[in-house]
């Protein structure tokens, strides 16, 4: 650009948000350090578009977002401080041949993809790789909505999973 920087740009044709700091053409590791940024962005895109492969597989589970100050549409608006109420709930009934039927189970992680390009895994936070929830029951995690510095306006994706293997997302 005009500044001597690197953009980088999404398939529109605009300058892909929130990429910092600039990488500056002059400096001698722009070129190593753009293309780690490409690899991560690429890497975060890939997680973005994960899915369930089994569409029918989404009723084992409800995901609730509460607490929203505002609304538009169907994206719920929260402001710095708000406090974000988020509901996972294993609606599978237990099985009343085997309480403990493992099929039922379904092992939880909540990644949380940042207007910033960063992933961060918020549910179960520290080392572990997941949460069991068992059938018919809820976890239930509170959080404070904020901006982070520089921004005046943000949106991060909450991406749940729920799977009945162990699994890791790190």
Same mark, same amino acid.
Request: aromatic share 8%.
């Given at each position: 650009?005009?500044?001597? #920087?690197? %953009? ?18 002059? &400096?001698?590791?722009? +070129? ?18 994960? &899915?369930?492969?089994? *569409?029918?597989?989404?009723? +084992? ?34 099985? *009343?041949?085997? *309480? ?30 997941? #949460?069991?929830?068992? *059938?018919?029951?809820?976890? &239930?995690? %509170? ?5 982070? &510095? ?21």
């Amino acid at each position: 650009n005009d500044a001597g #920087e690197y %953009e980088l740009w999404d398939p529109a044709g605009k300058v892909i948000p929130n990429l910092r700091p600039a990488l500056r053409t002059q &400096d001698a590791n722009a +070129l190593k350090r753009l293309v780690g940024r490409l690899i991560h962005l690429a890497k975060y895109r890939n997680v973005q578009e994960l &899915d369930v492969a089994n *569409p029918s597989a989404r009723q +084992l589970l409800r995901v609730e977002l509460l607490g929203a100050s505002d609304t538009a549409g169907e994206t719920p608006i929260f402001h710095p401080g708000d406090q974000v109420k988020f509901k996972i709930t294993n609606t599978q009934a237990p099985n *009343p041949a085997d *309480p403990n039927d493992p099929k039922r189970v379904l092992n939880i992680c909540v990644l949380d993809l940042q207007s910033d390009w960063g992933i961060t895994q918020i549910y179960p936070a520290g080392a572990g790789a997941f #949460e069991i929830v068992d *059938p018919g029951k809820s976890i &239930d995690l %509170e959080f404070e909505a904020y901006l982070p &510095d520089g921004y005046t306006e943000s949106t991060d994706v909450l991406k749940v999973f729920a799977t009945q293997a162990t699994t890791n997302f790190r």
